[in-house]
């Protein structure tokens, strides 16, 4: 049966790829998110893991940030509240974090993290999970749960036809680059479902974990810590270059 099994086929840009493909890249996947309100899962989970009343100040690291759009959107929603919501943006793509100069924006990868235990509030992912094998994935929830002192939000796709079929007729009516839309439409053959992600919580010692399936389209993974261990400040691993953590250090650290 279609999409009964996931596809591990690599998409395009999986690999590297010149820095205007990749704008051109986000300005569509932007469109896209806009429209499917990809920040909605984390707008309602972290108020709702924390309780309102502890969210008027927030450390966040996005992992797998892209040009750290989804961070963006989510301080400005908080601000409007009145809240102070300061978002760490991690990604291994340099091209993906030029593209949001201004952001606190840290090059690395996501299954050995430069940050210390409980470093952060709140750690967060969004459509990263289908990129992943499942050990990766694993090491990704392990290693989010080991920095963040209260909560973890990942959000993906949930691979189903109905899905499959909105993004291509919502491509028959939007102009996007080709690599685009095949990539749109692989990621939704890449993604996990609900099962999936609760064995790879598991394996990675979430267990607090939940994972819900949101309107057909989104697997959700949330785990709040049982505990609110004291905050520790972000650390550079040895060698590393001091001028990339500094905004870290500054953002994630501030209370």
Known sequence: MFLSRRTTQAEYFDSERPSAEVAEFFISLGRVNQLFDFSEPYRRLVPLLLDSSNCRSLSILDLGAGDGSLGRTLQ???????????????????????????????????????????????????????????????????????????????????????LYLLLWLLFRFQKHPPSFKADALLSVKRAWRVSDLARMAKAAGLDTANVDLSFGARVILHARKRTNPGASSVEAPAGSERRIYTAVDSAATKS
């Open 76 to 162: 400005q929603w908080a601000t409007a509240r009145g809240w102070t919501w300061r978002v760490v943006n991690l990604d291994n793509s340099l091209p993906a974090l030029g593209l949001s100069p201004r952001a606190h924006n840290v090059a690395g990868s996501a299954f050995q993290l430069p940050f210390r235990d409980n470093s952060f509030d709140v750690v967060i992912a969004s459509q990263m999970a289908h990129h992943l094998a499942e050990v990766e994935v694993t090491m990704l929830l392990r290693e989010g749960w080991r920095v963040t002192r209260q909560a973890l939000v990942l959000c993906d796709l949930h691979r189903n036809v109905g």
